[in-house]
């Protein structure tokens, strides 16, 4: 029976750059998962009958909430709801199986690569049919909408037994579990040279895959030792756990230390990669080499014709304003567009519809393309799996090559977390004022070429975002950015993304803290860190 329970709106029902994610116990209130789940319902027009793909990340609360939202979406009419055995489904996949089965949109339970467990995060993200996130229209919608919410719609139901594959009714919708990794696996056999990577194993190349105990562990499992062949053992922290094991599932040299302090002794295998919570994420090392998110993309674009499923070329290359220009300097290269849009996946999502954008990537360890409209930890990494089966060279040889024919732009980002909200304002306020005075000074050897808050034109769709960051840009391509973190659930996290060019001719071989030091204070005492703050250092430099 469908019943209708009275609710109030919550004060703090805003999603940010992916979703609305807060700890978990502010989703444990009673009524809280389901007012905001209604509250997307009510967002939406013209769903009756229609399906809707639902997982998560596995974090703890994941099959908790998986069972609310059955009984919301059944009560609401939908008519197919589509779940990954388990509750399982990472971002990626769950962007590829909407876009399969012509789904009508999609929830995804995850707060990405913040940690989980009762005290920890947890997110709820609608996804549309196109397989990205919604875009602001419809956040703003939904946001609006949980202001004036007085009641949601519920099947009182039995709960589904999400650990049997099979199809099951609630009210009137069916309820069907699916394998997480099939649909996904066949649709990144379209995309690379498996026989080629299966090769490049066959003949003794080791690699490292760190699964975080997050949700890439079955995806990892079942494709690079099952059908890849890298022997077994390949894929570490396997098993997804409720709480990720106590870390912070994040992919980045600070969180996944073990494989990068691995990569850089001596017994490290040929290749390391590692993917965040709910997957979307990736880091690459080679032997005694971290390859930035940045030049991962940069490396990915340049070689795009050794993958199957690129091999027609590149329509154009996204990144992110932070993430630094490698990329650009490749798309140059190829004669394609490159674009500069603000932070978010969602951004690319017009690009990659109208075919403006092949690949898409952020300096936060995300890379993407076409194939579906999230980014994605295990098809960059099966990527590189199939440049170095062609090209039979290291990651350090393949990246020097890169860096001699293109340059290298240094590029490191200071995270200063868990900040005064005010204060973080404040900060940022100034900047903008700033940013007026700026261009023509002159600071040590680098000259301003301009200062901006950044603001987006969309060519697609018209719309227009401001404020996305501020800039500082020197003659020569370097760059300092700010901007404060939309993901984020304690108080203001500030990030800060510096950045140099320096031309094949120059120095391609340095420590890049050291190769960024003098913009790294500059950075500081622009934005008077300390000061402001009380920061003396960042929390987090990656
Ligand atoms: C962060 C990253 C951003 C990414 C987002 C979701 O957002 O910086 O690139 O799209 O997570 O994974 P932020 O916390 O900076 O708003
Ligand atoms: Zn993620």
Same mark, same amino acid.
């Given at each position: 029976m469908i019943r209708t329970i009275a609710t109030k709106p919550f004060p703090d029902q805003k999603p940010g750059t992916s979703g609305l994610r807060k700890k978990v116990p502010v989703f444990q209130q009673p009524g809280y998962l389901e007012t905001y789940i209604q509250a997307i319902f009510d967002s939406l027009e013209d769903f009756a009958g229609k399906?809707?793909?639902?997982?998560?990340?596995?974090?703890?609360?994941?099959?908790?909430?998986?069972?609310?939202?059955?009984?919301?979406?059944?009560a609401n009419g939908f008519g197919r709801i589509v779940i990954g055995k388990g509750g399982i489904l990472s971002t990626p996949a769950a962007s590829a199986l909407i876009r399969h089965l012509?789904?009508?949109?999609?929830?995804?339970?995850?707060?990405?690569?913040?940690?989980?467990?009762?005290?920890?995060?947890?997110?709820?993200?609608?996804?549309?049919?196109?397989?990205?996130?919604?875009?602001?229209?419809?956040?703003?919608?939904?946001?609006?909408?949980?202001?004036?919410?007085d009641a949601y719609e519920i099947s009182d139901a039995a709960d589904v037994d999400i650990d049997r594959l099979g199809a099951v009714k609630v009210e009137q919708?069916?309820?069907?579990?699916?394998?997480?990794?099939?649909?996904?696996?066949?649709?990144?056999?379209?995309?690379?040279?498996?026989d080629a990577i299966q090769a490049l194993f066959a003949s003794g190349f080791?690699?490292?895959?760190?699964?975080?105990?997050?949700?890439?562990?079955?995806?990892?499992?079942?494709?690079?030792?099952?059908?890849?062949?890298?022997g077994a053992g390949s894929v570490v922290n396997g098993a997804p756990l409720p709480d990720f094991g106590g870390h912070?599932?994040?992919?980045?040299?600070?969180?996944?230390?073990?494989?990068?302090? *691995?990569?850089?002794?001596? %017994?490290?295998?040929? /290749? #390391?990669?590692? &993917?965040?919570?709910?997957?979307?994420?990736?880091?690459?090392?080679?032997?005694?080499?971290?390859?930035?998110?940045?030049?991962?993309?940069?490396?990915?674009?340049?070689?795009?014709?050794?993958?199957?499923?690129?091999a027609k070329g590149l329509a154009g290359v996204a990144r992110s304003m932070p993430t630094s220009a490698a990329a650009d300097r490749v798309a140059a290269h190829l004669g394609i567009r490159a674009y500069e849009t603000p932070t978010g996946w969602k951004f690319f999502g017009n690009l990659?519809?109208?075919? *403006?954008?092949?690949?898409? %990537?952020?300096?936060? /360890? #995300?890379?993407? &393309?076409?194939?579906?409209?999230?980014?994605?930890g295990i098809w960059a990494v099966l990527y590189w799996l199939n440049i170095l089966a062609h090209r039979r060279m290291s990651v350090i040889d393949l990246v020097r090559e890169h860096w001699a024919t293109y340059g290298r732009n240094?590029?490191?980002?200071?995270?200063y977390d868990e900040i005064d909200l005010n204060a973080a304002e404040g900060l940022m306020d100034n900047l903008r004022a700033l940013t007026v005075t700026l261009a023509g000074k002159t600071f040590g050897a680098d000259k301003v070429e301009a200062?901006?808050?950044?603001?987006?034109?969309?060519?697609?769709?018209? &719309?227009?975002?401001?404020?996305?960051?501020?800039?500082?840009?020197f003659e020569g391509g370097s760059r300092i950015v700010y901007r404060l973190s939309g993901t984020g659930t304690v108080g203001a996290t500030l990030r800060v993304y510096i950045e140099r060019y320096v031309p094949p001719s120059g120095n391609l071989d340095q420590d890049t803290q050291a190769a960024l030091g003098d913009l790294i204070a500059l950075s500081r005492e622009l934005a008077a860190i300390e000061a402001r703050t009380g920061r003396r250092a960042p929390s987090v430099i990656t």
């Open positions: 399906t809707l793909v639902l997982g998560g990340d596995g974090r703890f609360f994941n099959r908790e909430a998986i069972q609310i939202v059955v009984k919301i979406a059944a012509g789904a009508f949109g999609g929830i995804i339970l995850s707060a990405s690569h913040n940690p989980g467990g009762p005290e920890g995060d947890f997110g709820v993200k609608y996804n549309i049919g196109a397989g990205g996130p919604a875009p602001e229209k419809i956040t703003d919608a939904i946001f609006a909408r949980t202001e004036e919410i919708t069916t309820v069907e579990i699916v394998d997480p990794v099939t649909q996904y696996l066949g649709l990144m056999k379209t995309l690379f040279d498996f080791r690699i490292r895959f760190d699964g975080m105990h997050a949700v890439t562990g079955p995806y990892a499992h079942a494709i690079f030792e099952g059908e890849l062949g890298a912070h599932p994040d992919p980045n040299p600070i969180y996944a230390k073990d494989l990068y302090d *691995l990569m850089m002794s001596a %017994g490290a295998p040929d /290749f #390391g990669a590692a &993917s965040d919570g709910d997957g979307d994420r990736n880091m690459i090392v080679g032997r005694n080499i971290y390859v930035t998110p940045s030049d991962s993309l940069a490396i990915l674009a340049a070689n795009a014709r050794l993958a199957p499923g690129y990659l519809d109208a075919g *403006l954008a092949t690949f898409c %990537g952020e300096e936060s /360890f #995300g890379t993407g &393309s076409n194939h579906i409209r999230e980014k994605d240094y590029y490191t980002r200071h995270d200062a901006d808050d950044f603001a987006y034109h969309d060519p697609v769709d018209g &719309s227009h975002s401001d404020h996305q960051g501020i800039r500082v840009m």
